[in-house]
């Protein structure tokens, strides 16, 4: 444990010594997938995934990034970390552009960066004890080895509330829940400062739900680690996040603080999101925001912008312009021709 806690006093110094720098940044982040293949090889047609998306994550903070089913938020995260190449765009880790790192400085660099899947069931081998999937890491980036390994993996079994005898035991005799958190102590093992929490909680039940998040909060007050927590679930996202991004299309359509966003919606899209999250008071009156037609395909998308055939307040130059993400003068960035000047 004291080496744990040497680790994060020593994150915590560098948090401390640049509190304005942000531990990622996007410019201009773009991927597209190409479909439907000619005869010679060339791609007919592309789905954009992801599609210029800017933003900085500060050290320590949650980004919290929301939006339909197929809107690019798996893939923002897994570009975020280059398990995906970019067809362009750039990212950057504490000042170093990702997409000019040889292999070589990529390893080294990824034990800093790690993600925790959405299923926990798919996501663990099921041929390998737990104590050697935490363990793993520890031996390939020579964090340690021999009984340090196993004093390590005891370590972080306590840490995310699983008893030390799991050690010896498979995935398959673990419940949703458990495997999860098995799930964060191997990415916690090779000590990271960022973690891409990929909708870690979608497939639990509800009152699972509740344990994994307070358990990631308190992972992150004790190590000093930030977050792109990713999910569908706005009334989690609400409570984890320290800042939203709402993503449609492939697209950043608006950025602000958790109470900013929850309290005051700029967005048409946005504002019908949020009218479609449940009220646990049966008296409370809430005025839906219901929008017409499905959401287009990602290899077809709308000229002008994106969101403009299902808005109910779209104009004439929507079908025509593609909004920037721009400040409107309260803190917050917006895509919305309507709402920045």
């Given at each position: 444990m004291q080496g744990t806690k040497s680790v994060v006093a020593g994150r915590?110094?560098?948090?401390?010594?640049?509190?304005?720098a942000p531990i990622i940044e996007t410019k201009g982040l773009t991927k597209h997938f190409p479909v439907n293949r000619g005869v010679w090889g060339k791609p007919t047609a592309q789905v954009r995934a992801v599609e210029a998306v800017s933003l900085q994550i500060l050290p320590g903070e949650t980004l919290g990034v929301v939006g339909e089913s197929g809107c690019g938020k798996t893939t923002l995260g897994r570009l975020i970390l280059r398990l995906l190449d970019a067809t362009s765009g750039e990212v950057y880790f504490r000042g170093r552009n990702l997409g000019e790192l040889e292999a070589r400085e990529l390893r080294n660099l990824r034990r800093r960066m790690q993600i925790v899947f959405q299923d926990p069931y798919s996501s663990l081998n099921p041929r390998m004890r737990v104590g050697t999937l935490i363990g793993e890491g520890l031996k390939v980036h020579r964090i340690a080895r021999g009984r340090e390994v196993a004093d390590r993996v005891e370590q972080l079994l306590t840490m995310v509330g699983l008893p030390v005898s799991a050690a010896a035991r498979f995935p398959h005799e673990f419940s949703?829940?458990?495997?999860?958190?098995?799930?964060?102590?191997?990415?916690?093992?090779?000590?990271?400062?960022?973690?891409?929490?990929?909708?870690?909680?979608?497939?639990?039940?509800?009152s699972v739900q509740a344990q994994i998040v307070n358990l990631l909060q308190d992972i992150q007050r004790d190590l000093g680690l930030t977050y792109l927590f990713i999910a569908h679930d706005l009334s989690v996202v609400r409570h984890i996040a320290d800042r939203v991004a709402v993503m449609y299309l492939g697209r950043v359509v608006e950025l602000a603080s958790r109470d900013q966003l929850f309290s005051s919606p700029s967005h048409p899209y946005t504002r019908a999101l949020l009218s479609a999250v449940p009220v646990p008071d049966p008296m409370a009156r809430r005025q839906r925001v219901v929008l017409t037609g499905d959401v287009p395909s990602p290899s077809r998308v709308p000229s002008g912008c994106p969101f403009h055939p299902r808005c109910p307040e779209a104009i004439d130059a929507c079908r025509r312009e593609v909004p920037e993400l721009a400040d409107p003068g309260d803190g917050r960035r917006v895509a919305c021709l309507l709402r920045t000047p």
């Open positions: 915590r110094s560098m948090a401390e010594n640049t509190p304005d949703g829940g458990q495997r999860q958190r098995i799930g964060i102590a191997r990415a916690l093992a090779v000590e990271p400062e960022f973690i891409v929490a990929d909708e870690p909680v979608s497939a639990l039940d509800v």
